[in-house]
C-alpha cells in the first residue's frame, strides 16, 4: 500500500542536505515488519500510515479505539466521523474495527502492540524519552498514552527531527525535560539519519550523504557511533 504521489525505492537519489518529514516516513515505514501491529503517535508519526511497502500487511492502532487504518484521506474522502487520537480524518481498510477506549489501552499496556512511532523533544543515549512537556508556561498539563505507549510496545521508534528550530540537539546524553519512558527508544529517524540506540550509546547507522559523520556529529548532544560502518540515507522523492 503507497500514497498517491509517492514511490518505490527504485531508482531513488541520495539526498544532499535533509530529509521532508514525509521522506522520514518513508524511511520509517521500510523498517516495519510485515504483521505487525502498530501504534502512530500525534504528529509526525501518522505520516508513516502513507508510504507501507506494497505487499505489506501493518495492522494500525488508535488508542481512541481503532484498528486498520489506512493511509490519509484525499480532500474527498474526509469523513469527520473516522478520526485518530489527534483528531485527525482517517481512511479504514478491509476488516478494520472499533472498540472502546478501555479495550484499546487494554492492548497497550498487555503488551499486544508490536510497535509504536512518537515524536519527541529528546532523547538520552540510554534511550530515555521526553516527548510530552518542555515544562513551559505552554505544556499540555499531562502525560496522557504517550507514557502507556512508551513502556507497553515492545519495540519504540521516535521520528523527528534531529534539532530544534533553535538549533539545539534532540539527541542528548541526559533529557533536561520530564521523561515519557526511561531506556524504551530502540531507533530513532531523523532528518538527517538513522541512530539506533545499542547498549554503547548511539550508533549511526544511515546518514544523508550530504554531510559528513563531524557534521552529524556536530549537530548531536552525546557521542556517536558507527563512523566506520554507516551508510548512506537514500529514499525516493514522495509526494
Known sequence: MTAAGATTGVGATPQTDKLSR???AWRLAQDIAEGNYVNLG???P???????PDGREIIFHSENGILGMGPEPSAYEVDYDLINAGKKPITMLPGGAFFHHADSFAMIR???IDLCVLGAFQISSKGDLSNWSTGGPDSVPAVGGAMDLAVGARKVFVMTDHSTTK???????E?????TGPGVVDTIYTDIAVVDVTENG???REKVPGL???EVQERTGAALGGADTCGDLVVPEVG
Open 22 to 24: 514525509r521522506q522520514v
Open 42 to 44: 500525534i504528529g509526525m
Open 46 to 52: 501518522e505520516l508513516v500510515a502513507n508510504f507501507i
Open 110 to 112: 498487555g503488551g499486544h
Open 167 to 173: 538549533g539545539d540537539a534532540k539527541l542528548v546524553d
Open 175 to 179: 533529557c533536561a525535560f520530564l521523561l
Open 202 to 204: 548511539f550508533v549511526v
Open 212 to 214: 559528513s559523520f563531524g
